[in-house]
């Protein structure tokens, strides 16, 4: 985003040459994995039973059958994840999101229902600057959820938006 002043309309320019390695993967809304209870659920092939859609992937270095980027490229990233958690309409679940890198979380966001009866749908979106090797770092993202008062215990996580960037190289 450039601007050239003071009352001037902003201009998108194209992203500079060696953003790259960078990958973008989706599922959308018919597409949901089950989050089991008190467990983290990796986002990846097995969770989901069906493939992430990989829209955009410069360097194959997003896997989906493990849901991990593993970028070759030593330097900084920007990583973003986004979902819509649906609960069961008959108890409370508290929808917690984990970005782990080598297993360690290193960003989390959560969402709460309302315990009214009905059901609410809840985002969740994490965005974070991480600093891969280049070689073994990955990252990878895992849902969470808890039955507070009983009933099911399984959380339905759609339009999931899974992406990330290079935006330094080291």
Known sequence: LTSAGADAV???EAVAAGSTPA???HLNDTE???AAHST???MNDSATGDSLTEAYDTDSAFDPATGRFTPQTAGWYMINWSGIG???ASTQHPFRVDMRKNGTTIA???SREKNDGGSDTMQVALQAIVQFNGSSDYVEVGVWT???TGGSTSLKVEWINFSGFLIKAT
């Open 32 to 34: 949901q994995i089950e």
């Open 86 to 88: 649906n609960p069961d």
């Open 23 to 25: 990958f973008y993967a």
């Open 108 to 110: 989390r966001g959560e």
């Open 146 to 148: 808890y039955a507070y």
């Open 40 to 42: 983290v659920t990796v």
């Open 10 to 12: 902003p201009a998108f």
